[in-house]
């Protein structure tokens, strides 16, 4: 068997690629490691992303690593502030010499003879192709493209004679000072660029064609705030951070549980920022219940206090076609537009679009079944992470990082060199990925792994859930199989059987 080049090789520097770095050194430190970025820089969203206000959507003492605490006063942070913390992350735990920029992963394939990946990447300025040798493939470049946001064609675009920009691609400098700006969508993007845009512009709309449940919350956390000054730094940090996640699980239980209660209370929100004369119905209720789709944060109630000061405003319709001075609405509406804002999603996309063989038979995700949310049925020594719909990315990353480095120890124990989920027969009946309505997620589930309904194959959007099967269940529990270099396991064999 050949010498590796690295036993694990990390995909991506954003914040599952850095906090996967520092948990290896941590939990697994007798294993060496590389992190290929198709970028020039650490942070992945948080460095990409340079629209106006740019911010999280979850508080930063779960959004942050469980092993740093987040000290900065406010808890919805800026785009600048969590960039600037993953560096620090970084550079603070030696991740930053084990990384190398530029480097675009093209394609990964398993040969069972050598037990290792090979895996072909890309310099992204010079063109040329490398091939790097590892032990154990960890996919942490997210979910979607970096290179395309979604956009759908809208009619008549070329007639327009303004600017038309999606905020995945912002254009440094961009001068909206005195213009009437229209933001098309009703994310989360959306709702950060409307109020933060009407600090030059002179108006900006959001035109939706459906309403998404909106929530305030107070960027400054006070009681994080207060611990700080009383307790050490990462006990407060702690103590914050659980009395998140059991917020966010109870609450997201009790939406399940009885929709009908939690669709008031949010709407009674609103109609509480808003007033009574707002069109509350129209504009801020949507036809879904909540989380069926992600819960937008608003902090400060900013986006509220844009309606109400009447430089912002919402527009619930459909678009008929785009025209020299703006959109015409279905309703018949002229909306006039100096610059057009498409805040129309993400292109998502498994595994960073790399493509994944085994010994030479390509591995579709489609037809495989997720593993405990983090492996693929019948794919050795390959790790994919992906966060929570339902509460901060970083609290499944961390675990997803935690329980690699258990497999690869246990391995080191075993003598083995590679290990497996193994299914014999692919389930009759599965179900998506996913249980989101969302369009950017409906659009791609056929490319994602399937699930079951019964454990392991099942993936849980919940936090106590998996911090417990995956922090601290056998890992050994009748499904995961381990080889060893003598055996040459035919994993190819047993993907083709099993699909």
């Keep these: 068997m050949t010498k590796l080049d690295t036993d694990v090789l990390i995909i991506g520097a954003g914040l599952s690629g850095i906090g996967a770095g520092v948990h290896l050194q941590k939990l697994s430190p007798g294993k060496t490691y590389r992190i290929y970025e198709a970028r020039d820089a650490i942070g992945g969203t948080w460095d990409l992303f340079r629209y106006p206000g740019v911010r999280s959507d979850s508080d930063m003492h779960t959004l942050g690593f469980d092993f740093k605490p987040w000290t900065e006063a406010k808890a919805i942070a800026d785009g600048p502030s969590i960039r600037k913390y993953v560096n620090q992350t970084a550079d603070e735990y030696g991740v930053r010499k084990n990384i190398q920029f530029n480097t675009k992963i093209i394609a990964a394939n398993w040969s069972s003879a050598d037990q290792a990946w090979r895996v072909t990447s890309e310099n992204t300025k010079s063109g040329e192709q490398s091939v790097t040798s590892a032990r154990f493939l960890f996919m942490c470049g997210g979910y979607y493209r970096y290179d395309q946001g979604y956009k759908p064609d809208f009619p008549g675009e070329a007639s327009f004679k303004g600017q038309i920009l999606h905020p995945q691609h912002w254009p440094e400098n961009l001068d909206y000072a005195g213009k009437k700006v229209v933001v098309i969508g009703s994310g989360a993007t959306a709702m950060t660029l409307v109020p933060a845009m009407t600090d030059k512009a002179a108006h900006v709309t959001m035109l939706q064609r459906s309403p998404t449940y909106v929530v305030s919350r107070p960027a400054v956390d006070g009681a994080a705030n207060l611990l700080r000054k009383i307790l050490p730094e990462q006990w407060a940090y702690s103590l914050i951070r659980w009395r998140n996640v059991m917020f966010q699980q109870f609450f997201f239980r009790q939406t399940r549980k009885n929709p009908e209660k939690a669709r ?96 030479g038979a390509k591995v579709d995700p489609g037809k495989l079944l997720n593993y405990k949310g983090v492996m693929l049925s019948n794919v050795p020594n390959l790790a994919v992470t ?114």
Excluded at 307 to 317: H, I, M, P, R
Excluded at 469 to 492: C, H, S, T, Y
């Design 264 to 359: 008031e209370r949010l709407l009674g929100m609103v109609r509480d920022e808003l007033g009574p004369d707002y069109d509350i119905a129209k504009h801020f209720t949507p036809a879904y219940n909540p989380w069926e789709q992600r819960l937008c944060l608003v902090p400060d109630a900013d986006l509220f206090n844009a309606l109400k000061s009447g430089k912002a405003s919402v527009e619930t319709d459909h678009i008929e076609r785009f025209t020299e001075g703006g959109i015409l609405l279905k309703s018949g509406k002229q909306l006039d537009a100096d610059i057009i804002v498409t805040a129309t999603g993400l292109n998502l996309i498994f595994m960073n679009g790399v493509n994944v063989s085994i010994d």
């Design 386 to 499: 992906f966060g929570y719909t339902n509460a901060s990315w970083t609290l499944k990353a961390d675990l997803t990082s935690e329980y690699v480095c258990r497999l690869l120890n246990l391995m080191d124990e075993k003598g083995a060199t590679s290990a497996l989920p193994y299914l014999a027969h692919f389930p009759n009946e599965t179900e998506p990925f996913v249980d989101f309505s969302s369009g950017y997620f409906q659009r791609v589930m056929d490319q994602f792994p399937r699930q079951h309904t019964e454990a392991p194959w099942k993936l849980h959007q919940n936090y106590f859930t998996d911090r417990k099967n995956l922090r601290e269940a056998p890992i050994e529990d009748g499904v995961m199989q381990f080889n060893k270099a003598a055996a040459k396991a035919d994993a190819k064999a047993t993907l083709q059987a099993a699909e």
